[in-house]
């Protein structure tokens, strides 16, 4: 009989570090007394039960039960647990807040400015915080489907402009001239590095041989080489002057025609002179070797 009443105090043990153990993972602190309050929700966004509920950051207790509000039709009531020295101002509401990742939390959003508290077992006016994701929801889903038309023309023109021959061509002739610039870029490099310092040396050289010469040309006396100049023109304007006007030597050769015409009869003279001793030497020229006959 002790035996058996032995067993029976161990399966009652049992039970009830099992029931405390399960109520321990669920956050559930059997033997630290806790507030009850509801909180009311049109939509509860996917809230778990032993989920933590913040105030300012804290965590202050967790979610008990969700049931629904069967008089209040569209309702949920949220059953939460706050610490025992928790006190839930009046004006005070509550929030859930959807995370990026998809999570609910509750929030309290505590009304200091209040001297009254709700007391315990009271509800507590709650509302849902999308956030970020019931925004993207709300806003971007709609205009994402209303895309979707435009998006798959979109890949079937671009699955079609892959599929074109023209295209790898492309990609061939952009290869080609990728070498072409790699090789113009070589070349390129070996100009600056051989070409051009050979082509400065020499615009050095140049532009020493210019500074040599301007400086030769600082010593010149333009005044006395433009006055030379000038002399020397009217030399030439006096000398063109003499040989247009008929009273020197020099002006009647070159502009009294009637000597012209006697040089030009002379030389037809002198010509035609010629030509008769050519033809007739005996009339000018009369020698014998053995003296002179008589005629």
Wanted: charged fraction near 20%; aromatic fraction near 6%.
């Amino acid at each position: 009989m002790k035996k058996e009443f032995k067993i029976g105090l161990a399966g009652i043990a049992a039970l009830v570090i099992l029931f405390c153990g399960i109520h321990y993972l669920k956050g559930i602190n059997m033997f630290k007394p806790e507030s009850y309050y509801l909180v009311e929700f049109e939509n509860v966004n996917g809230l778990p039960e032993s989920s933590p509920v913040f105030a300012n950051g804290f965590k202050v207790g967790i979610v008990r039960d969700l049931r629904y509000n069967y008089q209040k039709p569209g309702h949920v009531l949220v059953g939460v647990e706050l610490d025992q020295h928790m006190k839930v101002p009046k004006g005070s509401r509550a929030e859930l807040v959807t995370e990026m990742l998809g999570t609910v939390k509750m929030n309290l959003l505590l009304n200091l400015e209040s001297a009254e508290y709700y007391g315990e077992n009271d509800t507590i006016p709650g509302f849902a915080n999308n956030g970020i994701m019931g925004a993207a929801e709300k806003d971007l889903l709609p205009q994402l489907q209303r895309m979707m038309p435009k998006i798959d023309s979109i890949l079937g023109s671009l699955n079609k402009l892959l599929a074109d021959p023209a295209l790898a061509n492309t990609l061939h002739n952009a290869e080609q001239l990728t070498a072409s610039l790699s090789s113009t870029s070589s070349q390129l490099d070996k100009l600056m590095h051989t070409d051009v310092p050979q082509l400065t040396e020499n615009i050095n050289a140049v532009t020493s041989n210019l500074r040599t010469i301007s400086d030769n040309l600082k010593d010149v006396d333009y005044a006395s080489t433009i006055l030379k100049v000038d002399s020397t023109l009217a030399n030439v304007r006096l000398l063109t002057e003499k040989l247009n006007r008929k009273d020197n030597t020099l002006g009647l050769l070159m502009n009294d025609s009637s000597l012209y015409q006697n040089l030009n009869a002379t030389s037809a003279n002198a010509a035609s002179l010629l030509q008769d001793l050519k033809e007739h030497p005996k009339r000018y020229v009369h020698f014998s070797l053995f003296g002179k006959k008589d005629k």
